[in-house]
């Protein structure tokens, strides 16, 4: 089956400076791909290029067969992008939210949806309540809600757990896990490896906005020299990145 997310040759440059540099990729239906690398790696330009929120300097992008620049709406109807930072509109309630995102894609069963996924993410209580009203985990659980409300056949994360409690982390995992099991393409992008090697089928690992490991954990723990069959991924990504150097 055609992979639902496909990047080729992706370049991303602002004025002389190359933030992503000749990344290629795909994510097939089913499967969970991290996206992993040090700060100023390019990770959120990448997002934020396959979300179509900023264009690329030149390459392809891919969303269910749709291009993203030359096919934007169409791209969009299939994808969802959660941020890493939610953005809210002041004067909507969490209902308001969900309404609206409704009506943006065309949700026929919106009010039931709706209703599930503030349930599920313990804001029912919170129906009628402003972002100003709510902590930061709570908008970023909102964000989470709006976000799967379309039944997305590509989903995005940028850091979805920053804010969450525990309880609320292990919920967005599963529901992560259990959108890719009903056959969406997902991609996670975190710093919190082990969130990365707990749910993820594949890792992408980028430095300096350039691809330089990608595999399952076992294929990259073999494509490092010298490191023990063991190393769980904050030890591959460091001796990768050469941020293990300074290690006693």
């Not at 969900?98 to 313990?122: K, S």
Request: aromatic share 4%; net charge negative.
């Amino acid at each position: 089956m055609e992979a639902m997310i496909q990047v080729d040759h992706f370049i991303k440059a602002y004025g002389g400076r190359v933030a992503v540099d000749d990344l290629s990729f795909e994510v097939g239906p089913g499967e969970i791909l991290g996206l992993v690398g040090p700060n100023g790696a390019g990770k959120t330009t990448t997002l934020r290029c396959l979300a179509g929120i900023i264009p690329m300097t030149s390459g392809r992008i891919r969303i269910c067969g749709h291009d993203i620049e030359g096919d934007g709406v169409e791209a969009r109807r299939r994808l969802a992008f959660v941020p890493d930072e939610p953005h809210l509109f002041d004067h909507l309630t969490v209902w308001d939210h969900m309404t609206m995102f409704a009506r943006i894609f065309g949700v026929t069963t919106a009010d039931q949806r709706a209703t599930q996924l503030l349930e599920q993410n313990d804001l029912a209580e919170q129906h009628h309540a402003f972002p100003g009203e709510l902590s930061r985990g709570m908008k970023q659980k909102l964000i989470i809600s709006c976000a799967l409300l379309h039944e997305p056949e590509a989903l995005v994360f940028d850091e979805p757990l920053t804010g969450l409690d525990p309880g609320s982390m292990r919920r967005t995992k599963r529901t992560i896990v259990q959108t890719a099991q009903a056959g969406a393409s997902v991609i996670v992008s975190s710093h919190m490896l082990h969130l990365v090697e707990e749910i993820c089928d594949r890792v992408l690992v980028v430095q300096h906005g350039a691809k330089i490991l990608e595999g399952t954990l076992d294929e990259i723990r073999a494509s490092v020299p010298d490191i023990s069959g063991d190393a769980d991924l904050e030890e591959i990504f460091l001796r990768a990145t050469g941020q293990d150097e300074d290690e006693s």
